[in-house]
Nanobody
């Protein structure tokens, strides 16, 4: 049974918005750091946004002011609200859970979802 299941990916035009969701299994520790990564064809996987158990968030510079990561602890769902989308945001987006401080530095230790595709056309 998958522990992280993403949804919400779609094809949109530049300037549009999407909200990605990640359903988190009860088997994923509640004190894990959560995050969204993305990978475009030919590119390395990139950490997009993270959220700590205390709600502290971080963003890669290219999405600051456009993307918002949040977590609904009552529903155990992680979100990524993406506004003003650009063609360069086109990628497969992955939800990930990991030990605090390790999510970005030790991605090989993370729990991963299967990914959801976001395509932004100009």
């Amino acid at each position: 049974q998958p522990q992280l299941v993403e949804s919400g990916g779609d094809s949109v035009q530049a300037g549009g918005s999407l909200r990605l969701s990640c359903a988190i299994s009860k088997y994923v520790a509640s004190d894990y750091q959560m995050g969204w990564f993305r990978q475009a064809p030919g590119n390395e996987r990139e950490g997009v946004a993270t959220i700590d158990p205390d709600g502290t968030t971080t963003y890669v510079n290219s999405v600051k002011g456009r993307f918002t990561i949040s977590k609904d602890n009552s529903k155990n769902i992680l979100y990524l609200q993406m506004n003003n989308l650009k063609p360069e945001d086109t990628a497969m987006y992955y939800c990930a859970a990991g030990l605090s401080g390790w999510l970005l530095e030790r991605p090989e230790t993370n729990t991963w979802g299967q990914g959801t595709q976001v395509t932004v056309s100009s």
